[in-house]
């Protein structure tokens, strides 16, 4: 490390290094863009609703190998006069080999339906040698054990967040990130509400996607954080300027490192999402939304909302 | 992090020599593989292939059991205070103690629960008796768990796991598994052996003949018929293939599913994905009333033939409800092999008592049938020759070596004290597991490449203190996982290509930081110490709310899902670590010691 190897760079990468946007003029356009994408989600939860996984809902989910390649619908009607109930059937390639995911709903014994499976699948393919790789078993009643488990933890998650940003900011600021954190899960499932069943992955709601959204909910916090911290050194600093021009500046001066820091994550997510496998997917696409969701809000939900606080406040007086 | 590569050097090397070397290999370094087995980084059972199942302790069942003199009332209770704690977190016996006492807050609960070895007497308080569930309730688990252990011992798995979750859960994980049909059988068979003596065969055909009454004209009634046509069909044995086979619809839901057979103990002959339909129908309360008194009806163990459609039938008997001998009297099993046929049988050896009680059964009951039935499914039904001394007995025609195995494996564990029920199982085979390693490892390396790749482009030499903080920190978490006994998961997996991603973010906000304070005139020493002064709270916010959601994630989660939370909050520890201490000293070290610049971009 002789010199800095600034020879070799051909441009001088610096992203909104001395930024001066209007953020918080323009603001509304912030609530009116947040408001349609929520309103779109309400209307796609009434409309669509969220399709639970096997986590959640209870049921049995089997990945089965084939030798040669199947075509979803057929396997699905094969099996519909085996099974006693209509299975949902995916097809997929993994490292060339030919994959089915088949879920079902019932109570019989897991051992029947499994040979039902490869025998229905083996009489009507003939030749396509199934075997069962996975099999994944919830019982009605533990699935409800884990939703609740879900519930609680996404509860108990946003509460700590919340006491945490109030102990260590004012209660605006809590009153902000966790307005910010409810847009971020609300935009996010309802993207799933969308978009389940329109493309080529399981927008299924399991635990993976819980653990997904409570990752967004820490990492989404993350950004907003940063610029709370800004706004709180900042109203130290110039205390003659007006609150909108602190939070302004602030937001500004941290913009670069916000679209940094969630650049380098969208990166690593994305390589989840094109590398991870078929049991990722959803997890990687869960928070690739939500990064970027998160990101919008931190700047342009969280603070404005402690602006709207404090100004509320001081008119009141 | 060493006991990890050293135990990858161990199998890379085994997997080179041949069979015999490889064994012997294994023999001389037995000490010191465990060793570094124990000490490595260990994969979950979504990465190594295995079965990992949740078991649920039925205390229900367990409390019906422990009761006697039970009413209406009793039954009506405990299946409310069933589906009560089906949406809630509470015990059930807090729940059935509760309903109790709502519907009669003077009753006493020690009306059913009399026990004098429990002390549990007429004047006993609800508060006793319940306190006594408890213990019960307790001890099952505890029982139900070394019972477990000793089966799978018995079965023979490496490295088997298998621990307590809550109050009435266990969680078994065994690695490898090559047969998880044969595995579920021995872990959730409760290995209730039973001898019970059988239903007259007299009886037997009038009661097929009522019952097929009673779904053919679909009303109920008790007075005997003599329809010839149908004492015909019940008393010719068809061949199996007629009657299962005939799609046309005989007009009567029974018959739809069921051969009637109505000879000897055998009320008919029902197929494999039928038996559901047949359990129904024979469970309704007016036809249970047509049984003779003391009669149920069960399926035998192996079919006794096949549909054309390859569906395997099975026999329906009928049982007498009271249990004549229990397998508490069996001292030992074997597996055997019929002299003539060389079919697997298991020969089973009573006590003394159980000895003298076999003897008498026996001899009381020469040209008739005794069940021998094991968690309500008949194994065998031989029709008894003569009085039987000296309490052997056996169960014969087995399917394969293996079964016989597995029912040798159960009596010798031992009986559940009360029924498990599999609530939760993920079984994964190793070459699935293999891929999502690759998928896994490939994921990490390539988002490693990438983000790394970026810090360079971006801040220059600092960005590459950066990435070298980004692969001690890699090497960090899984040094804490491995330190911890931590699993990695696939979702662990993502943890860490997220990690990777989140890590450099500390690292972002200190060089903006720095590149601030360089914009405002400072000399590079001060920028820097004034950069990563003012950076460390903003850092230290942020990363301590996603530590308490890998908290969080981490009690609610089961297996794969705390896997994720765990590395999540070692890679949070590791980070704040690497990328606030070591990349400080390094720039210090450089600048301060070296007097050489540092670029940040």
Not at chain 2, 99 to 124: G, H, K, M, Q, V
Not at chain 2, 229 to 242: E, F, G
């Amino acid at each position: 490390m002789k010199k800095p190897i600034r020879a070799i760079t051909v441009i001088d990468m610096r992203i909104f290094e001395n930024s001066n946007l209007s953020i918080i003029g323009s603001r509304r356009k912030g609530y009116i863009f947040s408001g349609i994408l929520i309103l779109i989600s309400l209307i796609s939860f009434a409309v669509n609703g969220l399709e639970l996984g096997v986590d959640f809902k209870g049921g049995r989910e089997f990945v089965i190998e084939t030798s040669t390649v199947l075509d979803a619908t057929a396997v699905r009607s094969a099996l519909a006069s085996v099974l006693s109930s209509d299975p949902e059937v995916k097809t997929y390639v993994v490292e060339g080999v030919d994959q089915l995911l088949v879920r079902t709903v019932g109570e019989e014994d897991i051992d029947v339906v499994k040979g039902q499976l490869i025998r229905g699948i083996a009489d009507a393919f003939p030749g396509s040698e199934p075997v069962i790789e996975k099999t994944y078993v919830v019982s009605a009643r533990f699935a409800k054990d884990l939703e609740r488990g879900a519930i609680y933890s996404i509860i108990g998650s946003l509460l700590v967040i919340f006491v945490y940003v109030l102990i260590r900011f004012e209660w605006r600021f809590g009153v902000g990130a966790v307005t910010a954190l409810f847009h971020d899960v609300l935009i996010t499932l309802g993207v799933f509400s969308i978009f389940q069943g329109h493309i080529g992955f399981s927008l299924q709601i399991d635990q993976t996607i819980v653990a997904a959204f409570l990752s967004i909910v820490g990492y989404s916090l993350n950004d907003t954080v940063v610029v709370f911290d800004r706004i709180r050194e900042y109203t130290g600093l110039f205390k003659s300027e007006n609150y909108d021009t602190i939070i302004n500046k602030s937001i500004n001066n941290t913009l670069s490192r916000t679209i940094i820091t969630s650049g380098t994550t969208l990166l690593v997510v994305v390589v989840l999402f094109i590398f991870g496998g078929e049991v990722l997917r959803g997890f990687a696409f869960a928070l690739l939304i939500g990064i970027l969701i998160g990101t919008y809000s931190s700047i342009f939900v969280a603070s404005p909302i402690v602006l709207e606080l404090r100004n509320r406040a001081t008119k009141g007086r | 992090m060493y006991p990890t590569a050293q135990n990858y050097l161990i199998k890379s090397e085994i997997s080179s020599l041949g069979d015999d070397e490889a064994a012997t290999y294994r023999q001389d370094n037995y000490a010191k593989i465990r060793s570094v087995e124990e000490k490595a980084l260990k994969l979950g059972l979504d990465l190594l292939g295995g079965m990992h199942v949740t078991l649920e302790v039925r205390v229900e069942a367990l409390i019906s059991e422990l009761a006697s003199d039970t009413d209406e009332a009793f039954f009506d209770i405990l299946r409310v205070a069933t589906t009560e704690v089906e949406t809630s977190d509470e015990s059930i016996i807090n729940v059935f103690v509760r309903e109790f006492e709502r519907r009669d807050p003077n009753a006493r609960l020690s009306r059913y629960f009399r026990n004098e070895t429990a002390a549990i007497t007429r004047r006993s308080s609800n508060e006793d008796v319940a306190a006594y569930l408890r213990t019960e309730a307790d001890q099952a688990v505890t029982r139900a768990i070394s019972i477990i252990r000793d089966r799978v011992d018995r079965y023979g798995v490496t490295e088997p796991s298998i621990q307590q979750q809550g109050t009435r859960r266990v969680i078994v994980e065994l690695p490898g598994i090559d047969d998880p049909d044969r595995i579920r059988g021995l872990l959730k068979g409760t290995a209730r052996l039973e001898f019970r003596l059988m239903v007259d065969p007299a009886d037997n055909v009038r009661t097929l003949q009522r019952v097929i009454e009673f779904y053919e004209t679909g009303v109920d009634s008790t007075a005997a018929s003599t329809d010839s046509s149908l004492v015909a069909a019940a008393d010719t044995t068809l061949d199996i293939n007629d009657l299962l086979n005939s799609n046309q619809a005989s007009g009567n839901v029974l018959l739809d599913v069921m051969q009637p057979f109505g000879q000897g103990v055998t009320f008919g002959r029902v197929a494999e994905q039928d038996t559901a339909t047949v359990n129904r129908l024979m469970s309704d309360p007016r036809v249970v009333a047509l049984f003779p008194r003391g009669v149920s009806f069960m399926y035998t163990s192996s079919a006794v033939g096949t549909t054309t459609e390859g569906h395997e039938v099975y026999d329906l008997l009928g049982v007498r409800d009271e249990i004549e001998l229990t397998g508490d009297v069996i001292t030992d099993a074997r597996v055997d092999f019929e002299q003539f046929s060389n079919t697997p049988e298991v020969t089973m050896v009573m006590n003394s008592e159980g000895s003298r009680t076999w003897a008498r059964l026996t001899g009381a009951n020469v040209g008739s049938n005794v069940a021998i039935v094991l968690d309500g499914v008949v194994y065998s039904y031989p029709n008894v020759l003569q009085r039987i001394t000296g309490g052997r007995s056996n169960i014969t025609k087995l399917a394969n070596q293996a079964e016989a195995q597995d029912i040798v494996t159960v009596l010798k564990s031992g009986a559940l004290p009360a029924p498990v029920e599999i609530v939760q199982e993920s079984t994964v085979g190793p070459s699935l597991g293999a891929s999502s390693i690759r998928a896994g490892l490939y994921s990490v390396l390539v988002g490693l490449f990438f983000v790394a790749l970026f810090m360079i482009m971006y801040y220059r030499t600092s960005g590459l203190i950066a990435n070298l903080a980004l692969i001690l920190n890699l090497i960090f978490i899984l040094g804490i996982l491995a330190g911890f006994g931590a699993t990695l998961t696939l979702p662990g997996i993502a943890g860490i290509v997220l990690t990777i991603g989140m890590a450099v973010d500390a690292n972002v906000l200190i060089f903006e930081r720095i590149r601030e304070e360089q914009s405002t005139g400072k000399t590079l020493k001060a920028s820097i110490e004034g950069g990563y002064a003012k950076a460390l709270s903003a850092i230290f916010d942020s990363n301590i709310t996603t530590f308490f959601v890998g908290v969080i994630l981490y009690s609610f989660g089961i297996g794969p899902i705390q896997g994720f939370a765990v590395t999540l909050m070692a890679g949070i520890l590791s980070s704040m670590f690497t990328a606030i201490v070591f990349t400080r000293i390094i720039m210090d070290y450089v600048v301060i010691e070296k007097k050489k610049s540092v670029s940040f971009g």
